[in-house]
C-alpha cells in the first residue's frame, strides 16, 4: 500500500464554552508557518468529520495549499459535550466565536486571514460568527440555508405529510431551537457584510434546502464590491453524496481560499 506524502500535522484540541468541553482538530501545513485558516461550521445534526469525511478531504487540499482548517463539533454533536436537547442556534454561533478565540491565540495562524466554510445550518452559524469577528477575510457556504421560515414554507410545500416541528422533533431538539431556527434571515445578515468574499455552492438535486434560498443569497450579494461566485453542481444532493461532483466541490472551495486568503 502506498502512503500518500505527508502535507500537514493534525492537533487534538479541547476548548471550553460555557462549562462544556468542545473538541476538535486542527490541520496544520508542515510547508507555512503563519498560516492562514478555515474554520469548519458543520451543519445541523453533522460533526466535525462530515458525510463521506468531506471535511477531513477538505482540510488535507487546504493543507495542500499552505492553508490550516479547524473542524469542530459543536455542543451537543459528534464529540462534544452538551446535550442536543439543549442546542441552538446561538449556542452554535457562540461556540463558533469560541473556536475563532482560539485560532486568534494561535502562534502559528495568522489570524487576519481566516474564513469560514459552512454546510447547511452551518452557513447562518457561519455568517453569525462572522458579525464583528476581528480578522475574517472569506466565506463559503454548501447548500446553506438562508431563512428559516423560507425553510418552513419549503417543507410544507414539498413534503406536506411531516411537518417542520416534528423533523425538528426527531433531531432532538427543543422548542428553543425551533423558535431560534425561525428567525434565521442569514442573507440579510450577510448583505450588511459586504466587505468579505462570498462562495455560494448550490446542490442541484437537493431535496432539503431548495433552490429560494440561493436566490436569497444572490440578491443578497447584488451591492457587493469583493468576489462573489456562484457554483451550481447539478447532480449532488444536500450532503454531496455524488463521488465525481464531491470533488469538484472541495477543488472549488480550495481554489476559493486560496484566492481569497493571502
Keep these: ?10 492537533e487534538a484540541v479541547l476548548l471550553e464554552n460555557q462549562g462544556q468541553k468542545i ?5 496544520l501545513p508542515l510547508a507555512k508557518e503563519g498560516s492562514p485558516v478555515v474554520l469548519v461550521n458543520h451543519g445541523f445534526g453533522g460533526t466535525k468529520v462530515g458525510t463521506h469525511r468531506v471535511y477531513v478531504m477538505m482540510a488535507e487540499a487546504l493543507a495542500r495549499v499552505g492553508i490550516a482548517t479547524f473542524r469542530i463539533d459543536f455542543r451537543g454533536c459528534g464529540d462534544s459535550e452538551g446535550d442536543v436537547s439543549e442546542m441552538t442556534v446561538e449556542g452554535q454561533i457562540d461556540d ?3 473556536a475563532l478565540a482560539y485560532l486568534h491565540s494561535h502562534p502559528a495562524i495568522d ?3 481566516i474564513g469560514l466554510l459552512g454546510a447547511s445550518l452551518g452557513g447562518p452559524i457561519a455568517i453569525g460568527a462572522a ?13 446553506p440555508v438562508a431563512s ?9 410545500t414539498h413534503y406536506p405529510q411531516e411537518s417542520m416541528e416534528s423533523v425538528i422533533r426527531a433531531g ?13 434571515e442569514a442573507h440579510h445578515a450577510l ?11 448550490t446542490a442541484g438535486a437537493d431535496g432539503v434546502v431548495f433552490p429560494g434560498h440561493a436566490d436569497a443569497y444572490r440578491t443578497a450579494r447584488e451591492e457587493a464590491a469583493t468576489l462573489n461566485r456562484f457554483l451550481v453542481l447539478k447532480e449532488s444532493n444536500h450532503h454531496f453524496s455524488h463521488p465525481e461532483e464531491r470533488k469538484v466541490l472541495i477543488e472549488e472551495t480550495t481554489l476559493w481560499f486560496k484566492e481569497t486568503l493571502k
Design 172 to 184: 432532538g431538539t427543543g422548542p428553543l431551537f425551533r423558535e431560534q431556527f425561525l428567525q434565521i
Design 131 to 143: 458579525k464583528e469577528a476581528k480578522g475574517v477575510r472569506s466565506l463559503a457556504l454548501w447548500a
Design 23 to 27: 473538541f476538535g482538530i486542527l490541520h
Design 1 to 10: 500500500m502506498v502512503s500518500k506524502e505527508r502535507v500537514e500535522q493534525r
Design 191 to 201: 448583505a450588511a457584510m459586504p466587505h468579505l468574499s462570498f462562495l455560494h455552492v
Design 148 to 156: 428559516g421560515t423560507l425553510w418552513e414554507s419549503d417543507w410544507a
Design 96 to 98: 463558533a466565536r469560541a
Design 111 to 113: 489570524s487576519t486571514q
